[in-house]
């Protein structure tokens, strides 16, 4: 009998994946209708830092980009809730989860004012805890070189950098970006 790896490997259930999280000071909810708005306004309240970013949800091209986003399959898309106000802060995504027990924590962005402190912080480590809970070996981060700060934010959670994926995206700008790719192991991941 010919077994393949999906035949041995775990199954996993994106529907729990998709469930809300919290851990003080930040909720994340599965991203539908009622969150557009507020998403709207607090991507627009830094447009510089979307010269980083692949699509551009700072300003008029917001729809485009978030129609986009919510068309891919293989994304699971969150709001960031602000468990102290009940606003939204911003938003994050499990991306790309592979048969092998592999899956990306990406596109997040969170409104400056709850930026660099606890809220970033608790939120990866809802999802790290999540992916590994469903079964999942790796958490991938996929970070332009040129964001310091998330990369600085990454290796802070334990993540190690595996390597430069290099002219790996074309950004909305029309930037080729290279990407800096980091892997945390559910055997490293210390909480």
Request: net charge negative.
């Amino acid at each position: 009998m010919s077994r393949c790896a999906a035949d041995i490997l775990p199954k996993r259930s994106m529907a729990e994946l998709a469930a809300p999280l919290e851990l003080a000071p930040v909720r994340l909810e599965p991203l539908d209708d009622r969150h557009v708005e507020p998403l709207r306004a607090v991507c627009a309240e830094d447009q510089e830092i979307w010269e980083i970013y692949p699509a551009n949800f700072g300003g008029e091209q917001f729809d485009t980009a978030l129609g986009m986003m919510r068309t891919m399959s293989d994304w699971t898309n969150f709001a960031a809730v602000d468990c102290a106000t009940g606003e939204v802060v911003g938003m994050s995504h499990y991306i790309r989860p592979t048969i092998y027990g592999v899956i990306e924590i990406g596109g997040t962005y969170i409104t400056p004012r709850v930026r660099g402190g606890a809220f970033n912080h608790a939120m990866k480590k809802l999802m790290i805890e999540r992916a590994f809970e469903q079964g999942f070996v790796k958490v991938e981060f996929r970070v332009d070189t040129r964001n310091h700060r998330s990369m600085r934010a990454v290796e802070k959670l334990g993540a190690v950098r595996e390597g430069t994926i290099r002219q790996d995206i074309v950004t909305w700008t029309g930037y080729r970006r290279d990407t800096a790719l980091y892997g945390l192991l559910k055997s490293e991941w210390t909480g």
